[in-house]
């Protein structure tokens, strides 16, 4: 089992930048791929990026393929979304889970542990 804390979350003006972690606890980090995904109010979760065990491979939603970087820290069993040019559309909780495939994956039913989520609010 891993338990999986979000934070870096907050409130950014329209083209600006953040980063939100995901910190891991528990079972070996590396044995996990890595995703984020995000819900905003009165939306489905949706996909965001994901990463898998050794970084090597990363797959990004349309929506913010160019803005948004997955990246993740074995050693600090970490992984971050770093987001870039945000607008008021990425307004969301997001959220970082954990799956034991072996390749990254989109949908949320692969995954099988998940954080509690941090809020980013982009304001316009």
């Known amino acids: 089992q891993v338990q999986l804390v979000e934070s870096g979350g907050g409130l950014v003006q329209a083209g600006g930048s953040l980063r939100v972690s995901c910190a891991a606890s528990?079972?070996?980090?590396?044995?996990?791929?890595m995703g984020w995904f995000r819900q905003a109010p009165g939306k489905e979760r949706e996909f965001v990026a994901a990463i898998s065990r050794s970084g090597g491979n990363t797959l990004y939603a349309e929506s913010v393929k160019g803005r948004f970087t997955i990246s993740r820290d074995n050693a600090k069993n970490t992984v971050y979304l770093q987001m870039n040019s945000l607008n008021a559309e990425d307004t969301a909780v997001y959220y970082c889970a954990a799956a034991t495939t072996l390749s990254v994956r989109r949908v949320p039913d692969y995954y099988d542990y998940w954080g509690q989520g941090t809020q980013v609010t982009v304001s316009s």
């Open positions: 528990g079972r070996t980090f590396s044995m996990y791929a």
